[in-house]
């Protein structure tokens, strides 16, 4: 091992070891706890994602020791991520002073650094995607039947880390096109589907709830504001240094020969403008572009060897790898706002603990908030979801099954419970001696038609739970609703019910409803007990 070899993993140990006091020192965020939720209940797939962050939360909890029970392998990978990207960019001869510039470049890409310590699934994706470029790279000088099996396997884990995974494959292919003649590169391909067929069926199975959800329910009405913030977010994500210099860079080096600097400028550049074309469908978040940090570190490092005014490049950027480091100690504080999602929650958790013991808690404003009540406190916490919030991985669980007639605490999220103060946490909670909940009651239109401006709905009530429901449930009765709605316009409309009646368990009843109708609006059919109204119907159709 030469000097410069010697430096570069002097110098890696030391940015995995801060990783990892890192990691121990930083609040968790609040999405990291629904991640570990993730690796408490192991599946081919989850709500949300791909459930190769699943593995990583399951894994770390061997290391029993505060964060690192989440972040322990996700610390790990980040550092293979950087020693990847230097061993394909390792190819030419590098000196003492290399390796300095590409620890600054690194450490200058805040979001880059972020997914070092924090377990997202990024992390992964993170890695696959610089393991993809290190193989391809290698495929490129070696076309063997062994590189491209690997490939394949790699390809498989970058879309078991999240979804936009094939817009990396993609514009590799794209940049590349002579790839299709290549037999090999197909049976990659049919690899990586294959070993990606266990979450397709897990997605079939489950009625592709992922899909709805990144593809529909995240819609939104178009804006001008979101085309135009996404630029700026990108700079934050990055810098704008870094971003501005391999946007320069891709410029320069569109009509290169080389077909794996290609690869890097075809990623680099597709992802800014597919997300940001993207945005007429709603808000493209600033993270979602992170898998090009790969090739832009890449692009970033070559080229600054070759300027002739490299040494101002590289001031322009130190000082915001020095910037990172500020933020990074900053993290570490007890003063970071909760808006970032790495607030203390831990005392207000533990006050919920300490009024409600060992009771289930069921949570109606969030997913997030049960995520760390049961990180914290190792209880039962569970969120259910409401006509007004998103559904998440807790129904796909449905953990509420096996709470019906159980005491549970419930919190409200305002006053319509009681009000507690436990060291300067607020919250509102309800006991409730027999709980029943609604999300998991059906409601089946078999006809319906319009009378003036009445709709009467003749429906099959389905109780799914092992336990029976009754309308006029003592603490939590139930009332049905029509919900209306044409986009920003939302109306509930109270259902007039034939005959209010218990239904047995696993079994249903039929009813006709009453209500008033609008035209020209969606129509869904919902359940309330006084803390939430849920959504139990698909669209009504009149």
Same mark, same amino acid.
Request: aromatic share 16%; net charge negative.
């Given at each position: 091992?030469?000097?410069?070899?010697?430096?570069?993993?002097?110098?890696?140990?030391?940015?995995?070891?801060?990783?990892?006091?890192?990691?121990?020192?930083?609040?968790m965020?609040a999405?990291?706890?629904?991640?570990?939720?993730?690796?408490?209940?192991?599946?081919?797939?989850?709500?949300?994602?791909?459930?190769?962050?699943?593995?990583?939360?399951?894994?770390?909890?061997?290391?029993?020791?505060?964060?690192?029970?989440?972040?322990?392998?996700?610390v790990?990978?980040?550092?293979a991520?950087?020693?990847?990207?230097?061993?394909?960019?390792?190819?030419?001869?590098?000196?003492?002073?290399?390796?300095?510039?590409?620890?600054?470049?690194?450490?200058?890409?805040?979001?880059?650094?972020?997914?070092?310590?924090?377990?997202?699934?990024?992390?992964?994706?993170?890695?696959?995607?610089?393991?993809?470029?290190y193989?391809?790279?290698?495929?490129?000088?070696?076309?063997?039947?062994?590189?491209?099996?690997?490939?394949?396997v790699?390809?498989?884990?970058?879309?078991?880390?999240?979804?936009?995974?094939?817009?990396?494959?993609?514009?590799?292919?794209?940049?590349? &096109?002579?790839?299709?003649?290549?037999?090999k590169?197909? %049976?990659?391909?049919? @690899?990586? =589907?294959? !070993?990606?067929? #266990?979450?397709?069926?897990?997605?079939?199975?489950?009625?592709?709830?992922?899909?709805k959800?990144?593809?529909?329910?995240?819609?939104?009405?178009?804006s001008?504001?979101y085309?135009?913030?996404f630029?700026?977010?990108?700079?934050?994500?990055?810098?704008?240094?870094?971003?501005?210099?391999?946007?320069?860079?891709?410029?320069?080096?569109?009509k290169?020969?080389?077909?794996?600097?290609?690869?890097?400028?075809?990623?680099?550049?597709?992802?800014?403008?597919?997300?940001?074309?993207?945005?007429?469908?709603?808000?493209?978040?600033?993270?979602?572009?992170?898998a090009?940090?790969?090739?832009?570190?890449?692009?970033?490092?070559?080229?600054?060897?070759?300027?002739?005014?490299?040494?101002? &490049?590289?001031?322009?950027?130190?000082?915001?790898?020095? %910037?990172?480091?500020? @933020?990074r =100690?900053? !993290?570490?504080? #007890?003063f970071?706002?909760e808006?970032?999602?790495?607030?203390?929650?831990?005392?207000?958790?533990e006050?919920?603990?300490?009024?409600?013991?060992?009771?289930?808690?069921?949570?109606?404003?969030?997913?997030?908030k049960?995520?760390?009540?049961?990180?914290?406190?190792?209880?039962?916490?569970?969120?259910?979801?409401?006509?007004?919030n998103?559904?998440t991985?807790?129904?796909?669980?449905?953990?509420?099954?096996?709470?019906?007639?159980?005491?549970?605490?419930?919190?409200?999220?305002n006053?319509?419970?009681?009000?507690?103060k436990v060291?300067?946490?607020?919250f509102?909670?309800?006991?409730?001696?027999?709980?029943?909940?609604?999300?998991?009651?059906?409601?089946?239109?078999?006809?319906?038609?319009?009378?003036?401006?009445?709709?009467?709905?003749?429906?099959n009530?389905?109780?799914?739970y092992?336990?029976?429901?009754?309308?006029?449930?003592?603490?939590?009765?139930?009332?049905?609703?029509?919900?209306?709605?044409?986009?920003?316009?939302?109306?509930?409309?109270?259902?007039?019910?034939?005959?209010y009646?218990?239904i047995?368990p696993?079994?249903?009843?039929?009813?006709?409803?009453?209500?008033?109708?609008?035209?020209d609006c969606?129509?869904?059919?919902?359940?309330?007990?006084?803390?939430?109204?849920?959504?139990?119907?698909?669209?009504?159709?009149?």
């Open positions: 091992m030469n000097k410069v070899e010697k430096r570069f993993y002097l110098y890696l140990l030391i940015w995995v070891l801060a990783d990892m006091v890192q990691a121990v020192f930083t609040n965020h999405d990291e706890a629904y991640y570990a939720l993730y690796g408490q209940f192991l599946d081919w797939g989850y709500y949300d994602h791909p459930p190769m962050v699943a593995l990583l939360t399951y894994l770390s909890h061997f290391v029993d020791m505060g964060a690192l029970s989440v972040r322990f392998c996700t790990l990978l980040h550092g991520t950087l020693w990847l990207v230097w061993k394909t960019l390792a190819k030419v001869n590098m000196s003492m002073r290399d390796v300095n510039e590409f620890f600054i470049i690194a450490f200058s890409l805040l979001m880059f650094v972020l997914y070092g310590f924090i377990t997202t699934p990024d992390a992964p994706l993170l890695f696959f995607t610089a393991l993809f470029f193989l391809y790279q290698a495929y490129l000088k070696d076309n063997s039947l062994v590189l491209a099996l690997f490939l394949g790699t390809m498989a884990g970058m879309m078991y880390s999240k979804y936009m995974a094939i817009l990396v494959i993609g514009f590799v292919l794209l940049s590349n &096109i002579k790839l299709l003649k290549d037999w590169i197909w %049976l990659s391909g049919i @690899l990586a =589907i294959a !070993l990606f067929v #266990p979450h397709i069926l897990w997605q079939f199975n489950h009625e592709f709830p992922s899909l959800y990144h593809f529909l329910l995240r819609n939104d009405p178009f001008w504001a085309p135009l913030e630029l700026p977010n990108q700079l934050l994500v990055f810098n704008p240094v870094c971003l501005f210099l391999a946007l320069y860079f891709c410029w320069k080096e569109r290169n020969s080389d077909v794996f600097v290609r690869a890097c400028v075809y990623t680099c550049v597709g992802f800014i403008l597919f997300f940001w074309v993207m945005t007429v469908n709603g808000h493209a978040e600033p993270h979602w572009t992170i090009i940090s790969i090739p832009m570190l890449m692009l970033l490092f070559w080229n600054t060897r070759k300027e002739i005014w490299k040494k101002r &490049i590289l001031r322009m950027i130190l000082p915001f790898s020095i %910037l990172v480091l500020v @933020l =100690i900053g !993290l570490c504080t #007890p970071v706002p808006i970032t999602g790495f607030g203390n929650y831990q005392p207000a958790m006050a919920i603990h300490e009024q409600c013991g060992h009771s289930p808690v069921v949570f109606y404003t969030s997913f997030q049960p995520s760390l009540y049961r990180y914290y406190t190792g209880e039962n916490g569970m969120a259910l979801s409401s006509f007004y998103r559904q991985q807790f129904d796909i669980l449905q953990l509420d099954k096996d709470l019906q007639g159980k005491e549970v605490f419930i919190i409200t999220g006053d319509g419970g009681y009000t507690c060291e300067n946490t607020d509102y909670y309800r006991k409730i001696e027999h709980f029943q909940g609604t999300n998991r009651i059906e409601i089946l239109v078999d006809n319906h038609r319009i009378e003036n401006d009445t709709a009467i709905v003749e429906v009530i389905i109780n799914s092992n336990f029976p429901f009754d309308f006029n449930h003592p603490e939590l009765p139930v009332e049905i609703y029509a919900a209306f709605i044409q986009k920003e316009y939302r109306q509930m409309e109270k259902c007039e019910i034939y005959d009646q218990i047995p696993k079994s249903s009843m039929k009813t006709q409803l009453k209500f008033k109708y609008h035209d969606i129509c869904v059919l919902c359940l309330s007990n006084t803390n939430n109204i849920s959504l139990n119907s698909q669209e009504v159709k009149f």
